[in-house]
């Protein structure tokens, strides 16, 4: 087993030794910074980047024709006059959405970077920030939010050039697996938080403000090219800044996925929407909702 994929299930498996797993993380130097994960060429290495980080930056995932028509595709859905957190599922109306998710290789990309035999497409999202949406998007944990458990995995791909200056994600690598379940909470429409769900449950301990306690962790952004998509895990931490520029836009088109191992949970919490009474509660994360969208043969 490839020593970082064993360092992160250690993590996984052993939370109470986090500092002691660091440091022999440090032994073996898979510390490495964001440029290491970019420059690393093999899909072995991708994989061990994505189970060490919870996060790893892909070039290219698009090809031009597909970059040109998400971008039109978007357009065309922005016109709706919504903006960023309003525009999901569009990939269950026949258009370019739903071609680029039933036959593109995108599923494949994912199963590649999980190392998983199958993957489904639970839902995908829009993330529009139009030059001069200040606020950032909150520090927060994708999957409280979802009826799944195991490893979920969102695409954000990039559709503009995107910087710190007009709305890069941030990240805390590694906090996927660290041993904390973060209560979900509602936010407004550009995503500043406005109160906590699930508020009664021991399962969850509320969001450290990480914001406020940023110099404790280890921060990464990732630079962008149009076609460059991140792989990040559901239970990673992260945030999104704002969007500073009074020219650039950010359109980022984010897909979810859920990977081998993943099941249906169903809460009356949150998100009924993704909620499916055909499924039986503990099964796997596929079926007419969520079809699977590869196989390895
Ligand atoms: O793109 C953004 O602004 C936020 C994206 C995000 O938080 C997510 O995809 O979970």
């Given amino acids: 087993m490839d020593v970082q994929v064993l360092l992160a299930e250690l993590r996984r498996q052993l939370p109470e030794f986090a500092i002691l797993i660091s440091l022999l993380a440090e032994c073996f130097e898979t510390q490495g910074e964001v440029e290491d994960q970019v420059a690393t060429p093999d899909k072995k290495g991708v994989q061990a980047a994505y189970a060490r980080d919870g996060v790893v930056l892909l070039k290219n995932v698009l090809t031009e024709d597909w970059l040109e028509r998400l971008r039109s ?125 699930e508020e009664d449950s021991p399962e969850y301990s509320d969001m450290p403000d990480f914001e406020a306690e940023r110099d404790r962790h280890r921060i990464i952004h990732f630079d962008m090219e149009p076609g460059d998509a991140l792989a990040f895990d559901g239970m990673i931490v992260h945030s999104a800044m704002g969007n500073r520029t009074s020219t650039r836009r950010r359109r980022g088109y984010a897909i979810r996925f859920a990977c081998e191992g993943a099941t249906y949970q169903p809460r009356d919490t949150v998100t009924e929407w993704l909620h499916d009474p055909g499924m039986a509660d503990g099964s796997p994360f596929f079926g007419k909702k969520f079809p699977l969208i590869y196989e390895a043969a």
Wanted: overall charge negative; hydrophobic content about 35%; glycine content about 8%.
């Fill in 73 to 197: 595709a978007v357009d065309e859905e922005v016109k709706k006059g919504e903006r960023y957190f309003a525009y999901k599922n569009m990939r269950e109306q026949p258009g370019t959405f739903q071609d680029f998710c039933l036959t593109s290789d995108i599923g494949q990309r994912v199963a590649e970077v999980a190392g998983s035999s199958w993957t489904s497409l639970m839902f995908d999202q829009l993330f529009v920030k139009e030059p001069g949406t200040r606020t950032q998007t909150g520090w927060h944990t994708d999957q409280p939010y979802w009826p799944v458990a195991g490893p979920i995995m969102t695409m954000w791909i990039a559709l503009d050039p995107v910087d710190p200056d007009n709305g890069a994600l941030e990240f805390i690598p590694g906090s996927h697996a660290w041993d904390a379940k973060y209560r979900p909470f509602k936010t407004d429409q550009l995503g500043a938080f406005l109160h906590y769900l």
